[in-house]
């Protein structure tokens, strides 16, 4: 999904009342998108874990 | 005679014991050295003692000073901002309450990246911390003042936050010990918050003896937050250690030469069974832990960005804009896959005790190749730093940093024990051993 550019970072900022600088939108698109990685779990991802799976396997004696 | 501020807590402990040396022993010896040092390190925000500590517990009359974010009631915590400039906190942290009742006196504040969002120890409001080998040099981030301070013999020891790398890369940067706990070992009650999903709080000291001294005194549950495990925080440093893993290939092509030898002449110095496996994703494993963060940090700051966003500095209004950018999808999918890839962990370790590795991959760069006037290699140095601290955060692990020699500057290299889940007590042994067979750990800098 490595498609932000400018004008979708600067839009989203906007939506949210965050001012940006003019001339930042380009930059940090490129950030957002290097944070794009693929993931070979993610194929393997089971349909009922949720961010909470975390903490049942953090706690687990 | 040694100068009693530059003992380790268990030295001063044991001289306190024996009565060769008083509480107000420390604290002057602290004071003196504060005085001589905080010109060249700007280590402090302020040297008012908070708390004169008590007379008995496992760390009475032992001088210790925190990162600027853990909250006292009734006084100021800047969080090395200009936000925060002057807001008093009404209530006290949970790691400092624990350090109170374990005896330690709180002689002040320390400086820091402001709200804790920075690797480096730059900070445009307080000033910049300078590293005490050589104040040119960055300290590392974001607990920059905890790590000048412990490594200038100011204090004794010191508690930071980690949330990306921020007790590891500064220990690492100016060769003290520091350890970062396992996400929920420590109450964040009364702390900062950065990103509830990987913030941890740890100890930097001289040596993991210490830090063993400060876990113990501030792990455990909290109701307050709710976050806490229900895990002992008993250690046993003469824990057998058995096997480390490390990824031999990975250093010696990664890492700049002379931080290689170094770490991989540790490796060997800890006298145990070494298993090469395959390294972690560190890549993959960073960008989702920043993922993380940033989505994190950028929503709790969202008030302050919409009406005060021209009192951040510029680098750290530029990494919370980042955060307004990340799909909640994406973000929530990067916690869903934190269970496997823990379950992954565990596989890679095996039986291995802890994993080895770098802290940091190269020589420590200057504050000014990595500040404002870093010019187009500075997104690159930076990242550099942060490389393999991140993804300890993702995994929530704890981790241990411990001097392990010098680069061609000069300045530290630190060596970096990552750990199962609430394997601390491992991780403490393992460095207790690294540091009986070494004396990294004894060299201090000296003012010019």
Same mark, same amino acid.
């Given at each position: 999904?490595?498609?932000?550019?400018s004008?979708?970072?600067?839009?989203?900022?906007?939506?949210?009342?965050?001012?940006?600088a003019?001339?930042?939108?380009?930059?940090?698109?490129?950030?957002?998108?290097?944070?794009?990685?693929?993931?070979?779990?993610?194929?393997?991802?089971?349909?009922?874990?949720?961010?909470?799976?975390?903490?049942?396997?953090?706690?687990?004696? | 005679?040694?100068?009693?501020?530059?003992?380790?807590?268990?030295?001063?402990?044991?001289?306190?014991?024996?009565r060769?040396?008083? @509480?107000?022993?420390? %604290?002057?010896?602290?004071?003196?050295?504060?005085?001589?040092?905080?010109?060249?390190?700007?280590?402090?925000?302020?040297?008012? !003692?908070?708390?004169?500590?008590?007379?008995?517990?496992?760390?009475?009359?032992i001088?210790?000073?925190?990162?600027?974010?853990?909250?006292?009631?009734?006084?100021?915590?800047? $969080?090395?901002?200009?936000i925060?400039?002057?807001?008093v906190?009404?209530?006290?942290?949970?790691?400092?309450?624990?350090?109170?009742?374990?005896? @330690?006196?709180?002689?002040?504040?320390?400086?820091?990246?402001? #709200?804790?969002?920075?690797?480096?120890?730059?900070?445009?409001?307080?000033?910049? $911390?300078?590293?005490?080998?050589?104040?040119s040099y960055?300290?590392?981030?974001?607990?920059?003042?905890?790590?000048?301070?412990?490594? &200038?013999?100011l204090?004794?020891g010191?508690?930071?936050?980690?949330?990306g790398?921020?007790?590891r890369?500064?220990?690492?940067?100016?060769? !003290?010990?520091?350890?970062?706990?396992?996400?929920?070992?420590?109450?964040? =009650?009364? &702390?900062?918050?950065?990103?509830?999903s990987?913030?941890?709080?740890?100890?930097?000291?001289?040596?993991?003896e210490?830090?063993?001294?400060?876990f113990?005194?501030?792990?455990?549950?909290?109701?307050?937050?709710?976050?806490?495990?229900?895990?002992?925080?008993?250690?046993?440093?003469?824990?057998?250690?058995?096997?480390?893993? %490390?990824?031999?290939?990975? /250093?010696?092509?990664?890492?700049?030469?002379?931080?290689?030898?170094?770490?991989?002449?540790?490796?060997?110095a800890f006298?145990?069974?070494?298993?090469?496996?395959?390294?972690?994703?560190f890549?993959?494993?960073?960008a989702?832990? %920043?993922? /993380?963060?940033?989505a994190?940090?950028?929503?709790? =700051?969202?008030?302050?960005?919409?009406?005060?966003?021209?009192?951040?500095?510029?680098?750290?209004?530029?990494?919370?804009?980042?955060?307004?950018?990340i799909?909640a999808?994406h *973000?929530?999918?990067?916690?869903?896959?934190?269970? @496997?890839?823990?379950?992954?962990?565990?596989?890679?370790?095996?039986?291995?005790?802890? *994993?080895? $590795?770098?802290?940091?991959?190269?020589? /420590?760069?200057?504050?000014?190749?990595?500040?404002?006037?870093?010019?187009?290699?500075?997104?690159?140095?930076?990242?550099?730093?942060?490389?393999?601290?991140?993804?300890v955060?993702?995994?929530?692990?704890?981790?241990?940093?411990?001097? $392990?020699? #010098?680069?061609?500057?000069?300045l530290?290299?630190? %060596?970096q024990?990552?750990g199962?889940? #609430?394997?601390?007590?491992?991780?403490?042994?393992?460095?207790?051993r690294?540091?009986?067979?070494?004396?990294?750990?004894r060299?201090?800098?000296?003012?010019?």
């Amino acid at each position: 999904m490595k498609n932000f550019t400018s004008h979708t970072i600067e839009t989203l900022l906007a939506s949210q009342g965050v001012p940006l600088a003019a001339g930042r939108g380009e930059r940090l698109a490129a950030g957002v998108n290097d944070l794009y990685v693929p993931d070979p779990l993610r194929a393997e991802l089971g349909f009922d874990v949720d961010p909470t799976t975390y903490l049942k396997t953090r706690n687990q004696p | 005679m040694t100068e009693a501020a530059t003992l380790t807590i268990a030295e001063a402990r044991a001289r306190l014991e024996r009565r060769e040396l008083s @509480a107000a022993d420390l %604290l002057e010896s602290c004071r003196r050295r504060i005085e001589a040092w905080q010109p060249r390190v700007n280590a402090f925000i302020d040297t008012q !003692v908070r708390s004169p500590g008590r007379q008995a517990g496992p760390l009475a009359g032992i001088p210790l000073a925190h990162k600027d974010m853990f909250y006292r009631a009734g006084k100021v915590s800047s $969080c090395g901002s200009k936000i925060r400039r002057g807001w008093v906190a009404s209530e006290t942290s949970a790691a400092l309450e624990r350090l109170d009742a374990a005896g @330690a006196l709180d002689i002040g504040t320390l400086n820091m990246a402001e #709200f804790a969002y920075g690797p480096t120890g730059h900070n445009d409001h307080w000033g910049d $911390c300078g590293n005490p080998w050589d104040p040119s040099y960055i300290t590392g981030g974001s607990s920059s003042g905890s790590a000048a301070a412990v490594a &200038a013999r100011l204090v004794f020891g010191s508690l930071g936050s980690d949330t990306g790398g921020s007790v590891r890369l500064p220990a690492a940067a100016c060769g !003290v010990t520091g350890l970062k706990t396992t996400w929920g070992r420590v109450s964040r =009650h009364g &702390a900062m918050p950065l990103s509830h999903s990987l913030d941890t709080i740890g100890p930097l000291a001289r040596t993991a003896e210490d830090c063993a001294l400060l876990f113990r005194a501030i792990a455990g549950p909290d109701p307050r937050d709710p976050l806490t495990a229900d895990a002992s925080a008993e250690v046993d440093l003469e824990r057998p250690i058995g096997t480390i893993a %490390l990824s031999s290939a990975w /250093i010696e092509e990664d890492a700049h030469p002379a931080v290689a030898r170094a770490v991989v002449a540790a490796a060997r110095a800890f006298g145990v069974r070494l298993r090469e496996v395959e390294p972690p994703p560190f890549d993959l494993l960073s960008a989702h832990c %920043l993922t /993380i963060m940033q989505a994190e940090a950028s929503a709790q =700051h969202a008030q302050w960005m919409r009406s005060r966003s021209q009192d951040y500095s510029a680098a750290v209004r530029a990494r919370l804009e980042a955060g307004y950018a990340i799909p909640a999808a994406h *973000y929530l999918e990067v916690l869903r896959l934190r269970s @496997a890839w823990v379950e992954r962990w565990h596989a890679t370790l095996h039986d291995a005790d802890v *994993y080895l $590795c770098p802290a940091i991959a190269v020589p /420590i760069p200057t504050r000014e190749e990595t500040g404002p006037r870093g010019g187009p290699e500075m997104p690159r140095r930076l990242a550099q730093v942060t490389r393999l601290t991140r993804w300890v955060n993702y995994l929530g692990v704890p981790a241990l940093v411990l001097p $392990c020699g #010098f680069d061609p500057h000069g300045l530290p290299i630190g %060596l970096q024990l990552v750990g199962r889940l #609430f394997a601390e007590e491992t991780l403490l042994a393992a460095g207790l051993r690294f540091q009986r067979e070494t004396d990294w750990h004894r060299a201090s800098p000296r003012l010019a």
